[in-house]
């Protein structure tokens, strides 16, 4: 791939340090866990640089709270788009989410009404309609879009007819995005009843740890049940301040029981703000399925997490357009990575690996979560 091509693709969110030579690298700093601690013996380096398909990023960490861990994702320079969150468009009346006239599982109507461009996360949780959805791909829809469709899949499984909110869909009441494994099923592999099936087998886990109810489908009730939500805000409250003290970051790696999960790349710091909370409560979701079923005794540095985000060899690839603007290439590389990548007129605006962990996490683990991702 030619250095234009690499930049082109990075659209200009993350920088290219020149010339390794030219500049020192960025100072070490002392880094410590929620709770004041420094990392254990072995994982003591604190930053470390990561080529990204032929840009270089710093990553710094750890940083913990009980069986989840996450890494920062620095850059010098920012994409300055000053995105919309589909739960503040919700919240201020600025976004409409209905049903199609012909109403479809895979797809709903997006009406952004205000001036600003709408950021939509894969993995966000819709209510209402005839069925309860996730968005299927990060995507953008544009400021006074008129109404405009948007890939989604269903999280519940039994019900076709309107509940309390007619044709139109709300927020929930917890923020966390789906599962990994609903939005790897979702996303990567197009499967429904991928997904219906980590769906059913994560509300029984959780109902055999008294964390929630499972007297329907939807995964809604499963990450909306006030246990649950007391354990995403236990996690996303200890682990807040490690994203207030670096404006220079913009993405986030999520590890659980020492284990890579995913990492996430955005445009800015402003953005990533806004969506690192979520990501924590849905994984600390699944870290409360899993306990230490699974754990690794490895401590991971900011090293490890940097050849994590070499990519690889791409095995298969397919492109896609969505929307007004958008274009998503969603890719198979080697090692159960699996890489999506969104522009938004021409440029990035989320840069994800998800890695599959079945194998490593073993077969009860695996058996707890429904799903080998």
Not at 38 to 58: C, F, I
Not at 233 to 260: C, F, M, R, S, T
Not at 291 to 306: K, M, N
């Amino acid at each position: 791939m030619s250095t234009s091509r690499r930049l082109g693709f990075l659209g200009g969110v993350i920088v290219l340090l020149f010339l390794a030579g030219c500049r020192p690298p960025p100072a070490a700093e002392e880094e410590k866990d929620c709770e004041g601690r420094k990392p254990p013996a072995g994982s003591e380096t604190n930053s470390s640089d990561a080529d990204l398909d032929g840009a270089r990023l710093r990553v710094s960490g750890p940083y913990r709270h009980e069986n989840l861990t996450v890494f920062l994702v620095h850059a010098e320079k920012q994409d300055e788009r000053n995105f919309l969150t589909l739960d503040e468009g919700l919240k201020d009346g600025l976004v409409k989410v209905t049903e199609l006239d012909q109403e479809q599982v895979d797809e709903l109507r997006f009406d952004n009404q205000s001036a600003r461009p709408l950021y939509l996360q894969e993995g966000e949780r819709l209510y209402g309609g005839k069925q309860d959805r996730i968005i299927a791909l990060s995507m953008v829809v544009p400021p006074k879009s008129g109404k405009m469709g948007v890939p989604t899949f269903c999280i519940e499984q039994s019900r076709w007819h309107e509940g309390d909110k007619g044709r139109t869909f709300g927020f929930t009441v917890n923020p966390a995005l789906a599962p990994k494994g609903v939005r790897g099923a979702a996303k990567f592999e197009g499967n429904q009843s991928g997904v219906w099936h980590c769906v059913s087998v994560q509300k029984k886990s959780a109902s055999t740890k008294s964390l929630a109810t499972n007297t329907n489908s939807s995964a809604n009730e499963l990450l909306d049940a006030p246990q649950v939500q007391k354990i995403s805000d236990e996690y996303a409250v200890q682990l807040d301040d490690v994203l207030g003290k670096h404006h220079d970051a913009v993405g986030v790696v999520i590890v659980v029981n020492g284990l890579i999960e995913e990492a996430d790349v955005y445009p800015n710091h402003a953005l990533l703000r806004k969506l690192y909370p979520r990501l924590v409560r849905s994984y600390a979701v699944q870290g409360a399925l899993l306990g230490d079923l699974g754990r690794s005794e490895r401590h991971l540095s900011s090293a490890d997490v940097s050849r994590f985000l070499k990519e690889g060899a791409v095995k298969s690839r397919r492109d896609r357009k969505v929307g007004t603007g958008n274009a998503v290439q969603v890719s198979e590389l080697d090692d159960n990575k699996f890489r999506c990548a969104t522009r938004y007129d021409g440029k990035l605006v989320h840069w994800q690996i998800m890695k599959k962990n079945g194998s490593a996490r073993g077969a009860v683990a695996t058996g707890v979560l429904g799903t080998d991702w």
